[in-house]
């Protein structure tokens, strides 16, 4: 983060969490309140080592106290950094921004949920469990092509299944409603004059629908229309992966298991994301910029970044549980029409390599 974004970000917050002095002891500054937060946020050190880095009590700067306040303070200056887009016109953009990227028509985000791992809940007895076999909240998320979260829902029970966790969240009820202003169905294939409905990328975890699409099951051979179709989704889709990945690795407090209740985990994970949104919509952050290592996909060679490999070791992210369900008719076919458009209409010349 520049010296410039830390003082924009002072500037909205200070109102929210700046103390009044007393007879009896000098307030903590906004500053010193601000930094420590950000310092635990982008560490996880313990409240003993940020004690003694900033000259503050660990009973001040505990989550009840210093961070949690400064993190309602962030979620409340930038919440509107992570925002649904609201007219047709932006879903468009979104849409033509993923075709442009990802070779993806047709897609208004990718969506994926991860565990972020807690410490067991007092009294909580399995609500927390997954099936990993540790506590956890889960992290919904749609994300851009350009990795920044349009919509996240945090804090549902670890043990509840993908299927459960999306159709908790207000994105569901609005797609079930049609209340989101998505653009109408198109023809992608001139030869079928089929109307393509616009998407939402997923992976296996979630079910085939008219809003959300999926990879083809089993292990298609290569070659086949399958193959490709699968290969050309998980290619935009990884965007939503690469955006946990960022996430963590600029915010590593989400590297360990929180040792916090389940609802001060949830403000502390919704901080981080609208700070991510921040940091990556400013044009002043260059350092934050140069930590996208992903955008180096160059004629279809995949260059992984570090994160992968740290991620299995030293992060509380985890992907979701996948179960099977049945698809409708309908969508299944768009599927396939979707994949004969990506074999007959616009094929990438590396896309049978995969």
Same mark, same amino acid.
């Not at 023809?187 to 975890?205: E, F, Q, R, S």
């Not at 290969?231 to 916090?260: C, D, H, Q, T």
């Given at each position: ?24 002891r ?5 500053r010193?309140?601000?930094? &420590?937060? +950000? ?13 003694y ?5 660990k ?14 303070a ?14 047709e ?22 969506m994926?949920g ?62 079930? =409603?049609? %209340? ?5 169905p198109?023809? +992608?294939?001139?030869?079928?004059? &089929? ?16 809003y ?21 989704l ?14 963590? %690795? ?18 502390? &994970? ?13 044009? +002043? ?17 995949? &260059? ?33 029409h ?6 007959? =209409? ?9």
């Amino acid at each position: 983060m520049s010296l410039q974004d830390f003082e924009i970000i002072l500037e909205k917050v200070e109102p929210e969490i700046k103390k009044l002095k007393t007879n009896f002891r000098e307030a903590i500054t906004a500053r010193e309140r601000l930094s &420590v937060t +950000l310092r635990f946020l982008a560490t996880g050190d313990s409240y003993t080592s940020l004690q003694y880095l900033f000259r503050i009590s660990k009973q001040s700067i505990s989550t009840t106290r210093i961070i949690i306040e400064v993190c309602d303070a962030i979620i409340k200056a930038l919440k509107d950094h992570v925002k649904l887009p609201e007219t047709e016109n932006q879903w468009m953009a979104v849409a033509k921004e993923f075709e442009e990227k990802w070779n993806f028509p047709h897609a208004i985000g990718a969506m994926d949920g991860k565990h972020v791992c807690l410490q067991a809940p007092l009294n909580s007895g399995t609500e927390f469990y997954n099936y990993k076999q540790y506590s956890s909240i889960v992290l919904l998320a749609l994300v851009d092509a350009d990795y920044n979260f349009m919509y996240v829902n945090i804090g549902c029970q670890g043990r509840i299944s993908d299927g459960g966790v999306f159709k908790n969240t207000s994105l569901y009820r609005n797609l079930e =409603n049609k %209340s989101l202003n998505l653009p109408n169905p198109e023809i +992608l294939l001139t030869p079928y004059n &089929v109307k393509v409905p616009y998407i939402i990328l997923c992976d296996k975890a979630f079910a085939l629908s008219e809003y959300t699409m999926k990879p083809f099951s089993g292990n298609p051979e290569r070659g086949s229309i399958e193959r490709i179709f699968n290969y050309r989704l998980s290619r935009a889709r990884r965007v939503v992966e690469n955006a946990f990945g960022i996430l963590s %690795s600029v915010f590593r407090v989400l590297r360990k298991p929180m040792l916090l209740e389940p609802k001060k985990a949830t403000k502390i &994970v919704l901080a981080t994301v609208c700070l991510h949104n921040f940091l990556r919509k400013s044009r +002043l952050s260059n350092i934050y910029a140069q930590t996208n290592a992903f955008d180096s996909e160059q004629r279809g060679e995949l &260059v992984p970044g570090a994160w992968r490999q740290d991620q299995q070791q030293l992060t509380s992210f985890f992907p979701l549980d996948s179960v099977p369900r049945r698809s409708p008719n309908t969508p299944t076919h768009i599927r396939l029409h979707l994949a004969e458009h990506f074999v007959n =209409n616009v094929p990438l010349e590396w896309q049978n390599n995969h």
